[in-house]
């Protein structure tokens, strides 16, 4: 699952490389935002990575400082990194990829070595570019193996979409810096030129693999497309390990739908989505970080496929049709929704190269669904976050904690998505408003942080370590409040002394009865 965009720099309104991701996966999956101080490490140090068959790779001499988004706590050796910006404005996210075809399954396997999803934390950990972090993973995966999972790398200059087909085999391309791409657990590089070095990477076996398998005919006159050589849009496959892809819309509509949303002049069909959508796209207008935020949001609303309120079930929950099964509103049964109530995090990254690394790099973090949660901005040189935003217990991020940060956005999202017609004024809004001010706010912060730079670089770490800071405790504040107005029209709309006489959510409001 998950779902990403990135931003070259001409395409953004300021300058900036971005990456944006919602990782969505298990609600109980508690997320945290910590920030890693640089350190030094032990000679022939190892480090033990769980789920790959103990595999133990050697440990660098120094390690950078970077914050993230991270289901770990301090305890754990090394954890699953959803998302996160490094001290030389180094950002990464990653998603489940494509699936392939199964003549290339069959003939080539996942590996038992493969590192898989701690690689995103050694990446922040180890390299200063994109393009050093793309040539990273290709060394990881020529000795380790790989899955099919997708990685979108960027730094102040450099944005890389990197794709993995198991076995040892995977391609990436630079993004161009007019231009954006999204991803949605597919795979999306197609015509590729591996002697274009400054633009195409790949492993030395993928082309030679292809043709020696028929994947792929050179002779042909057509280019070589990596995603049609190995991979599928799974239509016509058998139930199997890949039922959660089966779903025809479960990918493509996504794409098609974030494409349409920062691009309005392509015109693209929604209804007959093929692995053919533009790779790279110039957008109608330059792209901020509140633009990406909204993307990541979006449940395809104004379209034939927006599932808000067409329901005749009570307070907008919707029944499986095929199950019978109480599902999450909005859900997808007609398609995979781009803001699902199974985001357990959501996030945007800046890169600027013309400011410094300590101010430059950012992350605007989000714990939980996208629509349940404010989106927080926590700078590269970050010191330390609240507790709140880094409670958890080492080894086991599904034990609720009533002081921890994700459980509150993720109880209020878990309130609106179950009671979505009569709650969602209480929550969207709030919080759109709550970026909103956060967005307006960032130039005059940053004035005053590149002011204090020339004067003392600690003062201006200090500061935005307080702003930052107390901006998540504002959240927190807001959260709450925004909880108990949840608790309190639930116990009014679940009372049928207070409802009777009312058939839906608008008619309580219009009633008076319900603030």
């Not at 030389?88 to 990653?94: H, I, R, V």
């Not at 076996?205 to 050179?218: R, S």
Request: hydrophobic share 35%.
């Amino acid at each position: 699952m998950c779902f990403m965009i990135a931003v070259g720099k001409k395409a953004s309104a300021d300058g900036s490389t971005m990456v944006a991701r919602n990782c969505d996966s298990n609600s109980t999956e508690a997320q945290r935002i910590i920030a890693y101080p640089r350190k030094k490490h032990q000679p022939h140090e190892l480090i033990r990575i769980p789920d790959s068959n103990n595999v133990e790779i050697p440990q660098v001499e120094e390690t950078f400082a970077y914050i993230a988004i991270t289901r770990y706590v301090d305890g754990d050796d090394i954890g699953m990194v959803a998302g996160g910006v490094n001290e030389f404005q180094l950002s990464a996210g990653a998603s489940t990829g494509g699936w392939l075809k199964k003549e290339v399954e069959d003939i080539s396997p996942m590996p038992e070595t493969v590192i898989g999803d701690y690689r995103m934390q050694l990446i922040l950990e180890r390299c200063k570019t994109a393009r050093e972090a793309i040539e990273w993973l290709g060394q990881n995966v020529a000795e380790y193996g790989a899955r099919t999972d997708n990685y979108i790398i960027a730094d102040p200059n450099e944005v890389w979409l990197y794709e993995e087909y198991q076995d040892h085999h995977w391609a990436a391309v630079r993004v161009p810096d007019d231009s954006f791409v999204v991803e949605g657990n597919s795979f999306r590089i197609a015509d590729f030129f591996p002697e274009d070095t400054a633009n195409y990477l790949c492993d030395p076996d993928l082309i030679p693999f292809a043709i020696q398998h028929g994947l792929w005919d050179p002779n042909s006159g057509k280019p070589f497309n990596v995603s049609r050589a190995y991979g599928t849009n799974n239509r016509n496959r058998p139930r199997g390990k890949h039922g959660e892809f089966e779903q025809p819309y479960y990918s493509l509509h996504r794409i098609w739908r974030s494409i349409s949303l920062l691009n309005t002049d392509l015109n693209l069909d929604e209804y007959e989505p093929t692995q053919e959508y533009p790779l790279f796209v110039k957008p109608s207008k330059s792209i901020t970080p509140e633009m990406l935020i909204h993307v990541l949001k979006d449940t395809y609303e104004g379209t034939d496929l927006d599932e808000y309120g067409k329901t005749d079930m009570p307070y907008g929950t919707i029944v499986d049709p095929v199950t019978g099964h109480y599902r999450y509103s909005p859900a997808w049964s007609k398609s995979r929704i781009i803001g699902c109530p199974q985001t357990i995090t959501s996030w945007v990254t800046q890169s600027r190269s013309w400011m410094p690394n300590e101010i430059g790099g950012l992350i605007w973090a989000g714990l939980a669904a996208t629509a349940s949660s404010p989106h927080i901005p926590f700078y590269a040189c970050h010191k330390d976050t609240p507790s709140a935003y880094k409670i958890g217990i080492a080894g086991d991020n599904s034990v609720y904690l009533p002081d921890s940060a994700y459980w509150l956005f993720e109880n209020i999202g878990n309130i609106m998505n179950l009671f979505y017609d009569g709650t969602v004024d209480l929550v969207k809004p709030v919080w759109e408003d709550f970026d909103h001010r956060r967005y307006e706010f960032q130039n005059s912060i940053e004035q005053i942080a590149l002011n204090l730079y020339k004067e003392d670089k600690q003062k201006m770490i200090d500061f935005l370590t307080s702003y930052s800071n107390g901006v998540a405790l504002e959240a927190l504040e807001v959260g709450q409040d925004m909880l108990a107005k949840l608790f309190t029209r639930l116990a009014m709309v679940n009372n049928p002394q207070t409802t009777r006489g009312y058939e839906n959510p608008a008619e309580w409001k219009k009633s008076g009865f319900i603030y």
